[in-house]
């Protein structure tokens, strides 16, 4: 069992069970999955902090059951087991795992903690629980879209094939188009390409990674802040998403090119803007990504998440047994192939997590109205101010 708990929501915002369970299945979806996608079929139920559909200000529960776990109740229990039962010992021997499999969190985790059996590592290491930061993200994503800020996140590259620039006209209908993808990417000649490099990579055993892009339009001015270094936006998003597992790089904007070049090519300049709407100032270039000095510019945000290949391999890697050290090839568990289309919901999910945290922090009240009173003041300060100007 999985379960989410989502403090500081505001009461009286109305949530979409369904919504949440459509992220749930996007997460299982897409091509190079494994095997574990059709023993799971992830439903969420609310068990706190929302009644008749509508938060309530308590922490939101969300639990998500796993269908798997009548095969594992034996060897996972929390309770004490009696070893001396034959059949128990026997079940124990088969599930244990004795070789480190390169690339996961076996070796670091299992001398790290003292731990006899590896699996102690692997369960709580697995991906399986972004499960969880899918559902609470969910909820986050219909707190933003309730004041006007969307979030996407699509699949760019698999390997070294990488898709065109989308053609959408808004991240609404990019969307769309990722939702019927089997990659979550928005180029469909792309996709197929992709799939063939990743039926390639299954027949040899082997597996793949990938780029993601997420962004988010709609974000007001200031989201973070430049007081503090953990108060940083990018800081903060840069954590979520390498938080995720497999993830081993994250840029901004421009990001790694921006290094390569000169700053007069890299700076979004500023000029004036003449909008009857608005805020009064706009820029030509988003080379930034949407966030200077740790806070949010009024740009879009782009971010773009570097996923490693799933370190479990059919045709697996030198390695050692443990506790012994000596030479043996590692230990295979069921294991996607390219999990880039799932990883992508996360990433979607985390994002939405941070910035619903940022925006809160900003806008926060303990009620919906509250916050859209606050929010209302702010975007209007801008035309109070020029208006004050003008008469004088």
Known sequence: MLVSLLDGMPAGLPVCLDRVNRELRRRQKGYGRGSRQK??????SFVGGIRHGITTGAPVGIVIENRDWQNWQTVMS???IDSDDDAVAALLLKKQIKHFRPGHADLPGTLKYGHMDIR??????????????????????????????TVASHVVQVGDVAAGAPVAASIE???EQIEESELSCADPEAVEKMKEHIKEKWQEGDSLGGIIEVMAE???VGLG???QWDRRLDGRLGQAIMSIQAMKAVEIGDGFKAATMPGSQVHDAIYPSFADEGLPFTRHTNRAGGIEGGMTNGERLVLRAFMKPIPTLRAGLPSVSYPEF????????????CAISAASVVCRAMIALVLADCFLEKFGGDSITDIEAALDNYRTQWQIELATEECG
């Open 173 to 175: 209908e990019l969307c």
């Open 78 to 80: 929390a309770e004490p």
């Open 225 to 227: 802040s430049y007081t």
């Open 218 to 220: 709609g974000l007001p």
């Open 39 to 44: 023993i799971e079929t992830d439903t969420a």
């Open 120 to 149: 102690n590592v692997l369960e709580r290491a697995s991906a399986r629980e972004t499960a969880a930061r899918v559902a609470a993200g969910a909820v986050c994503l219909e707190l933003l879209e309730r004041f006007g800020i």
């Open 326 to 337: 000596d030479a043996h090839q590692a230990d295979y568990e069921r294991s996607d192939v």
